[in-house]
């Protein structure tokens, strides 16, 4: 009915993957509209864990500060309880998120940026706010409806959900972070590999101060072993902190085989006092909502102008806290392309490498959440527990690991093994840095991937591999420390080289004037403003001194070459053209 309006890019959804996609977008100039069904943003606490990559992500487009400032800090995350209820016996704990003293070095060595705790109530509005700031036209209470390809462009039918009134906004590409039940997803029809609703949960939020409970054992998350927690998809309750130490939020499972149950109030004030183990608990319940369980992922992202990020092509289970981050990381991936494409600096063929390089991580991330949902098994056999057994049983079986007997120290040697397994949930760093990249944006130097001495889904390794993302190293003067990572930020590409590779300075300007395309030099050595202050980058950048490393808008890797060629300016060139498929 209105007018039709034209944009560069058209985002669907304001979730973590839609909310980012516009800000990266703004951040590099490139118009775009973002709409959402709904009035205002995420209106329950859902994803929360916010991991070093992200925050990185964060850092580069200048928000870290701000998402700090709202979040509860890396120290007061994780000291995981395991129990049979907040106030009751508990079975031990596992200090997650990196903050294991034997673990914080790892963490801290790795990245500039430690992880922290934000709910999406409180993130999506910094990142709305900072799209919009930026450029970006949001449009609240507008609907999706469909859209049409044509070969320069995309027309998008939306509603007005204020006025009733359709819309066609006329945008180059199409993002459909539209989230798990994505209508872009299946109006494209990407394939999907797996099944949605395998099992139900239901989040009550509700506000009490539990500080004397859980002030001592600072967490975001204590898990209760109590009848019926094996059911759904977690495994067991879980109380998840919010806002320290009074507001929370519980999740429950339900055996989705027997429909959807009806959770009153009074039903949900019982579940929390339960899990808290206080009768007499006062507790304001301020919210009830059910979700399905997922374990399902696209083998493809795209279809011609129309891109979907985020839940919309990985769903699954809260486990390991990857929701949002993968989503955010999605769209990090994909702006820059675009923002490329649009200008005229990429061929449209780089938008194919979005596929190439997330499909993979959905699918990791969605078979990794899956896993550590199925893995809180292990803990219910080691505590004897079965299905079907009475409260009775059940009690008694956890207690049998306190007995003096040869099955007891048997019952307390599983309980162990089973607490350590689940540092692949809460300790994953290597699933969460680890991510390398192949596709034609990456030029591989032909030489053997980097090893990783140690379990690659724990621990990360840094490396230059092209394909991986940079490895952080502090880097300075005697006035300033920087990031590498702040060395090479979203708006060009970066090439790093040391003190006797300063002839790589000449060759990037010279194919930065051919190409069109912003490559800068960062020369590292005490001759420059950027000296390697702890012999750390020398330590991980794996080539020699006059070697380089093209670094991506998005940190990763494109290119790496291991000493001074005869001709850096022709081998640069080759390189990245390549990678922005140009002829
Ligand atoms: P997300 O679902 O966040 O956003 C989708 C966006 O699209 C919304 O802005 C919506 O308004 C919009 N939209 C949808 N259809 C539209 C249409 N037709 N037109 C216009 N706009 C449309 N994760 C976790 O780690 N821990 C947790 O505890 C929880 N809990 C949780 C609870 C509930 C109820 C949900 C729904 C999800 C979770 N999650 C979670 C998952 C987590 O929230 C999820 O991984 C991220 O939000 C994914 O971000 P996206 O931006 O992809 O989708």
């Known amino acids: ?66 998402v700090l400032a709202e979040a509860t800090p890396h120290e007061m995350i994780g000291d995981t309880v395991f129990c049979t209820s907040i106030a009751g016996e508990e079975i031990g704990r596992i200090l997650t998120w990196g903050n294991h003293p034997a673990r914080h070095a790892d963490y801290e060595l790795a990245s500039p940026s430690l992880n922290c ?40 039918t939306v509603l007005d959900r204020l006025t009733g009134r359709t819309q066609v906004i006329r945008a180059k590409y199409l993002i459909g972070a539209d989230g798990a039940r994505s209508k ?36 975001v998350l204590y898990w209760v072993i109590q009848p019926g927690s094996n059911i759904g998809g977690i495994g067991a309750g879980l109380v998840r902190m919010v806002r320290p130490w009074n507001e929370w939020l519980i999740v429950w499972g339900f055996d989705i085989d ?53 839940d919309a092509v990985h769903k699954h289970p809260p486990s390991n806290g990857l929701g949002s981050n993968t989503s955010i990381q999605d769209s990090y991936n994909l702006a820059w392309k675009l923002a490329a494409v649009l200008n005229g600096t990429a061929g449209e063929e780089l938008l194919e490498t979005y596929t190439a390089e997330r499909a993979p991580v959905a699918r990791q991330i969605v078979t990794r959440a899956n896993q550590s949902g199925r893995e809180f098994g292990e803990l219910f056999s080691a505590l004897g527990l079965e299905p079907g057994q009475t409260e009775e049983e059940m009690t008694a079986a ?58 690659p ?45 300063a002839a790589w300075e000449d060759a990037a300007r010279t194919v930065s004037d051919r190409l069109g395309v912003d490559v800068t030099t960062v020369v590292i050595g005490p001759d420059r403003d950027i000296t390697d202050l702890y012999f750390d980058w020398d330590r991980v950048r794996g080539i020699a001194e006059d070697g380089a490393i093209l670094v991506r808008p998005d940190t990763h890797i494109a290119w790496r070459v291991e000493t001074l060629p005869s001709d850096p300016a022709g081998d640069l060139e080759t390189a990245l053209t390549a990678v922005l498929s140009r002829e």
């Open 1 to 66: 009915d209105g007018d039709t309006v034209d944009t560069d890019v058209l985002i669907v959804g304001s979730g973590p993957a839609g909310a980012s996609a516009a800000l990266f977008l703004s951040t590099l100039g490139v118009p775009n509209i973002m709409i959402t069904k709904y009035r205002w943003t995420a209106n329950t606490p859902r994803a929360h864990i916010t991991n070093q990559r992200t925050m990185e992500i964060f850092r580069d487009v200048g928000i870290e500060d701000q």
């Open 117 to 156: 705790d934000i709910p999406q109530t409180y993130l999506e509005p910094i990142l709305v706010k900072n799209a919009t700031m930026r450029g970006t036209q949001t449009r609240f209470s507008t609907e999706y409806l469909s859209h049409v390809q044509h070969p320069d462009h995309v027309d998008v």
């Open 184 to 219: 872009v997803a299946a109006d494209i029809d990407l394939s999907m590999v797996g099944q949605m609703d395998i099992a139900g949960s239901m989040n009550i939020t509700f506000t009490a101060d539990l500080e004397k409970l859980v002030g001592h054992r600072p967490s």
């Open 258 to 310: 027997q429909g959807v149950p009806e959770v009153t109030e009074a039903d949900a004030l019982q579940i929390v006092r339960n899990l808290i183990g206080d009768p007499g608990l006062e507790a304001e319940i301020t919210g009830i909502s059910l979700w399905g369980n997922n374990e399902q992922y696209a083998t493809r992202l795209q279809s011609g102008r129309v891109f979907c990020a985020g």
């Open 398 to 455: 956890i207690a049998a690991r306190k007995d003096a007997t040869p099955a007891g120290a048997e019952r307390r040697r599983q309980v162990k093994a089973a607490m350590e397994l689940k540092n692949y949930e809460f300790n994953a760093h290597g699933v969460e840095l680890g991510q390398r990249y192949t596709s034609s944006a990456v030029v591989d130097d032909g030489r053997e991937p980097t090893p990783n001495p140690r379990d």
């Open 457 to 501: 889904e724990l621990y990360y390794e840094p490396c230059t591999d092209p394909g991986v993302r940079l490895p952080h190293a502090w880097v300075g003067n005697c006035i300033e420390k920087s990031s590498t990572h702040d060395l090479a930020p979203y708006s060009r590409f970066t090439l790093i080289t040391g003190t006797t590779g």
